[in-house]
């Protein structure tokens, strides 16, 4: 069975939400584990409080958390011996996942790219990114980014480039390559990338 099938009949079985107990049995974790996952916000979602706590977790936000737990197992590790008994699991040790900041973003692409030539090419931002030329492209139009052709080649501004690139064009996860979930994805890649400088 393939994920691209499993993926298709995830969103015809659930067209917009997932109910949590039916979440509980996709995953197969226990309702206490699911908890956890979704108080660490692994799979985004809305809780509302009433007389229970309900939760409104949209089919995207499981596909994304299914797609990257696929590619990236090391952001889903859950601590050890905490859904086996009554003692309440230790939330220190697990990691949440947050996007950076914009301004975030653009730091830390700065000491990635730190020795990257101020005119950067398409092609070195493409494999810079992970991104596709069409995609590269895209974005910099959307930014304004201006754009120097040189015979066939076609070059940016590298601190526009930057700038371009450190704004979220979606909240799905799984819409970003895997170069790109890396430097959004808070590590603490400033800190080593500027110990290895």
């Not at 309440?88 to 914009?102: C, H, K, S, T």
Request: with cysteine; glycine share 2%.
């Amino acid at each position: 069975m393939t994920r691209d099938f499993n993926v298709a009949r995830l969103r015809l079985l659930y067209p917009e939400t997932i109910p949590f107990d039916d979440l509980c049995s996709l995953l197969h974790f226990s309702k206490r584990k699911v908890k956890w996952m979704l108080d660490m916000d692994w799979i985004k979602h809305e809780t509302f409080e009433r007389k229970t706590w309900r939760y409104n977790i949209p089919t995207e936000s499981v596909i994304d958390y299914l797609l990257l737990s696929e590619k990236r197992p090391d952001l889903f590790i859950f601590p050890t011996n905490c859904f086996s008994s009554r003692k309440p699991p230790n939330r220190g040790d697990a990691q949440r996942i947050i996007f950076y900041e914009p301004e975030e973003i653009t730091a830390t692409l700065r000491i990635l790219w730190r020795r990257v030539p101020d005119i950067i090419s398409l092609k070195q931002v493409v494999d810079l990114t992970g991104y596709s030329k069409e995609r590269v492209q895209r974005i910099m139009a959307l930014h304004d980014v201006n754009v120097l052709t040189v015979k066939q080649s076609v070059f940016f501004n590298k601190e526009a480039a930057i700038e371009a690139l450190s704004y979220p064009s979606s909240q799905r996860q799984c819409d970003y390559s895997e170069k790109m979930q890396t430097i959004m994805f808070k590590y603490p890649l400033l800190s080593e990338a500027a110990a290895n400088e």
